[in-house]
């Protein structure tokens, strides 16, 4: 080896985990490896992303080679180069010539990447992934609204009351709450002027999406939230910004209860012998293709 660096001393050998291959192979086998043909690479990007989210992969650890992954999955080798590409962008994975494709420490994934932020909240257990879903909505969501309490036209006010309807009209069915509900979220956001703002909320709607999915279960409905969104409605309508960031907030530390009261009731379902089954298998099984075939065979 070649000496480097004024002192002439030798640079530090990487560390190197050896994969794990016979675990993979096991925690593979029930759902299967090979690829179907329609959006190819998607599906690598999703497979390997997945598997390194949810700790198969763990930081530190080579990929199998090219060859062994192409076999394995089923697919040619610029489809698993061009997966790879994509994760090496969300700060997944790490490529160098002959040292082969590295799992990422986890302080280098891009963690609002809207793939990442999907494959995180599919971790079972869930809870650190909620702890910070909701701190981040904390830091950011009422300093939005008090924004838009100050510049909101009358044009989004005028549509943020018709989503205020509808989540009323929608009673306790909850996947017709979801939508004005979702809707009465991104006007706010879009609603401030500022390209920046703008460019935050586009992220903070991708993890909305997901905090409103995982409420979805909540043992007391969703008809409870509606005061507290006619709140912030309210004082935007005031343009009172101060009122619009508390009443905010509000809503926010509501929602967090409905989420870990819906983890609590998921968690107890599973703990029945009929009905165990992980969250991430469950991700797996709805994620279909637009035919309607599973992504994995």
């Known amino acids: 080896m070649k000496l480097s660096g004024k002192g002439g001393s030798k640079p530090r050998a990487p560390v190197v985990h050896a994969f794990d291959h016979a675990h993979w192979d096991t925690a593979r086998r029930r759902s299967g490896d090979r690829i179907e043909t329609s959006g190819l690479v998607d599906k690598v990007v999703r497979r390997i992303g997945q598997d390194v989210i949810s700790g198969l992969f763990k930081p530190g650890d080579t990929l199998p080679n090219e060859s062994a992954l192409c076999e394995r999955l089923g697919v040619s080798r610029s489809v698993l180069r061009e997966a790879v590409r994509v994760l090496v962008s969300k700060g997944l994975l790490l490529r160098k010539s002959r040292l082969g494709t590295r799992v990422c420490p986890t302080d280098a994934w891009s963690l609002l990447d809207s793939d990442v932020l ?12 909620v702890r910070e879903l909701f701190g981040l909505r904390r830091a950011v969501e009422p300093a939005i ?3 838009a309490a100050q510049s909101m036209s009358a044009v989004d006010l005028a ?5 205020h309807r ?10 017709r709450f979801f939508e004005p509900d979702f809707c009465f979220h991104r006007i706010i956001m879009r609603s401030v002027e500022n390209s920046l703002v703008q460019a935050l909320g586009r992220i903070m709607m991708q993890a909305l999406e997901i905090n409103l999915r995982l409420s979805l279960g909540a043992p007391l409905g969703q008809q409870k939230s509606v005061p507290q969104h006619g709140a912030v409605l309210e004082a935007i309508r005031r343009r009172d910004p ?3 960031r508390e009443a905010t ?3 926010i530390n509501d929602a967090e209860g409905d989420v870990w009261h819906a983890l609590a009731l998921e968690r107890r ?3 029945r012998p009929d009905r165990r089954m992980s969250r991430r298998s469950a ?3 709805q994620d279909l293709s637009p035919e309607g075939s599973p992504l994995w065979k």
Do not use: H, V
């Not at 509808?166 to 996947?175: R, S, V, Y």
């Open 159 to 163: 549509a943020l009351e018709a989503c």
């Open 166 to 175: 509808d989540m009323i009209a929608a009673g306790d069915d909850a996947d």
């Open 242 to 244: 101060e009122g619009a």
């Open 269 to 271: 379902d599973r703990a």
């Open 249 to 251: 907030t509000r809503l």
């Open 283 to 285: 991700m797996e099984m």
């Open 145 to 147: 609204a008090a924004l």
């Open 118 to 129: 999907g494959w995180l909240s599919a971790i079972d257990p869930p809870d650190r992934f």
